[in-house]
């Protein structure tokens, strides 16, 4: 089976725009997690998507916000950006919590706010 | 604040030695999993050990889980230059939130 796979996997923006990240997940999973990941905050879990409804959330603005589609693909977005939004972004797919719910990673999208 | 939180923040060790990394939790957990990730990439899924099992062993891997004292421990045996990554230990809370801790950083000296 294809792995996760993110695009795109580098982004430079400037503060105040908005950006949109995208994930497919592995084929039959239907679970996808995001995660943001930064030197200083580690890893932080930012939602959840499950059959296109957001199933589980972080602790993180609403700047932040996601979808999911019926092919259980997602993007996330991020609105007005801030210099502090510069991190590797990380998806994870699992096929359902109601088993084990090992995550799969998808390589990062590296994001840059300048 | 950080669910799984891991001990010793660095280790460096000799090839052919054994590696232990100790992760302690804060709540009760549905099972606790451990990953890797190498230099900024994304992270590879290791080992998972369920809430009522207290020792799990895959390949150079092996786990051991006490609830009781809400911790766990990961040891890699007969280390390799190839293992040098970071750690992370990962309880998934009752809500299913998997909450990564900041990790271990293990560098592998040949």
């Known amino acids: 089976k294809a792995g996760v796979t993110q695009t795109p996997r580098y982004l430079i923006k400037t503060r105040g725009q908005q950006v949109t990240l995208s994930c497919s997940p592995i084929?039959?999973?239907?679970?996808v997690s995001w995660y943001q990941q930064t030197p200083g905050q580690g890893l932080q879990f930012l939602f959840e998507?499950?059959?296109?409804?957001?199933?589980n959330k972080g602790n993180f603005p609403g700047r932040f916000s996601g979808r999911q589609f019926s092919n259980s693909r997602s993007e996330m977005n991020v609105s007005t950006l801030e210099l502090g939004d510069s991190a590797l972004y990380l998806c994870?797919?699992?096929?359902?919590?109601?088993?084990?719910?090992?995550?799969?990673f998808g390589p990062g999208t590296r994001l840059t706010v300048t | 604040s950080q669910q799984g939180e891991e001990d010793p923040q660095a280790l460096s060790i000799q090839e052919g030695e054994n590696a232990t990394m100790n992760c302690s939790y804060k709540?009760?957990?549905?099972?606790l999993q451990w990953y890797r990730q190498n230099s900024g990439r994304g992270l590879v899924h290791l080992i998972l050990i369920r809430s009522n099992e207290r020792e799990k062993h895959s390949g150079r891997l092996r786990v051991t889980l006490d609830t009781s004292k809400k911790s766990s421990s990961l040891l890699i045996t007969a280390s390799r230059a190839a293992d040098t990554a970071s750690y992370f230990c990962a309880p998934l809370d009752s809500s299913y939130k998997l909450i990564f801790g900041s990790g271990t950083r293990l560098l592998v000296r040949p």
């Open positions: 709540t009760s957990i549905n099972n």
């Open positions: 998507y499950f059959s296109e409804t957001q199933r």
């Open positions: 994870a797919s699992s096929f359902d919590r109601r088993t084990s719910y090992e995550q799969y």
């Open positions: 084929s039959g999973h239907r679970s």
